[in-house]
């Protein structure tokens, strides 16, 4: 552009240049007059150069929710792809991670990944068979299978079994969840 016009003795001058998602980094975007317009030989003539797309600046996006993160992601130009992670430590429903660092300039319309928490997995374990342990064995069961000790209830129920678990409040091989409490009764005679 600048050879053309010096070939035409007209003078350049550089205009700011500015960005431009439909002109290419280095192209003319406009010139002053417009094309096509007759002047005088000597006269100058403005050209705007693009510095191709604007890039788009990463927003931060843990500990947004879902839809705050797609939106900031949309209102800088940006399209979202998220998935679904447990973590203990990241509240159900808030960014934990991002895949492009916040900061970071990248073309418009990048995709940017972010993974949301689900809250803590629910673990789940099988509730042990109690009846004819000793508490401290039952109690010892518990606490292996995960499980906390409820109330430990003593009953008068005969001479079979004595000192032994005769009852328990969640039924051997039930799934439950992790931690919960399994009460038992225990034989006194």
């Given at each position: 552009a600048e050879r053309t016009l010096q070939a035409a003795n007209l003078t350049v001058v550089q205009g700011e240049a500015q960005y431009s998602d439909s002109i290419a980094e280095g192209n003319v975007i406009s010139s002053n007059p417009a094309a096509g317009t007759e002047v005088e030989e000597g006269t100058e003539v403005t050209i705007v150069v693009s510095l191709g797309a604007e890039p788009a600046t990463v927003p931060s996006l843990r500990g947004k929710t879902a839809s705050e993160a797609q939106s900031a992601l949309q209102n800088a130009g940006l399209n979202g792809s998220s998935s679904e992670e447990y973590s203990d430590s990241v509240p159900a429903g808030q960014v934990i991670s991002q895949s492009i660092s916040a900061g970071k300039q990248v073309d418009k319309g990048t995709t940017v990944e972010y993974v949301v928490s689900r809250g803590p997995e629910t673990k789940y374990?099988?509730?042990?068979?109690?009846?004819?342990?000793?508490?401290?064995?039952?109690?010892?069961?518990?606490?292996?299978?995960?499980?906390?000790?409820?109330?430990?209830?003593?009953?008068?129920?005969?001479?079979?079994?004595?000192?032994?678990?005769?009852?328990?409040?969640?039924?051997?091989?039930?799934?439950?969840?992790e931690g919960i409490s399994v009460s038992f009764t225990i034989n006194l005679g």
């Amino acid at each position: 552009a600048e050879r053309t016009l010096q070939a035409a003795n007209l003078t350049v001058v550089q205009g700011e240049a500015q960005y431009s998602d439909s002109i290419a980094e280095g192209n003319v975007i406009s010139s002053n007059p417009a094309a096509g317009t007759e002047v005088e030989e000597g006269t100058e003539v403005t050209i705007v150069v693009s510095l191709g797309a604007e890039p788009a600046t990463v927003p931060s996006l843990r500990g947004k929710t879902a839809s705050e993160a797609q939106s900031a992601l949309q209102n800088a130009g940006l399209n979202g792809s998220s998935s679904e992670e447990y973590s203990d430590s990241v509240p159900a429903g808030q960014v934990i991670s991002q895949s492009i660092s916040a900061g970071k300039q990248v073309d418009k319309g990048t995709t940017v990944e972010y993974v949301v928490s689900r809250g803590p997995e629910t673990k789940y374990v099988t509730v042990p068979n109690l009846i004819g342990r000793t508490e401290s064995e039952a109690r010892q069961a518990l606490r292996d299978a995960g499980l906390s000790v409820g109330e430990v209830n003593d009953n008068y129920g005969g001479t079979t079994n004595v000192n032994r678990v005769v009852d328990q409040s969640v039924s051997a091989g039930s799934s439950v969840e992790e931690g919960i409490s399994v009460s038992f009764t225990i034989n006194l005679g």
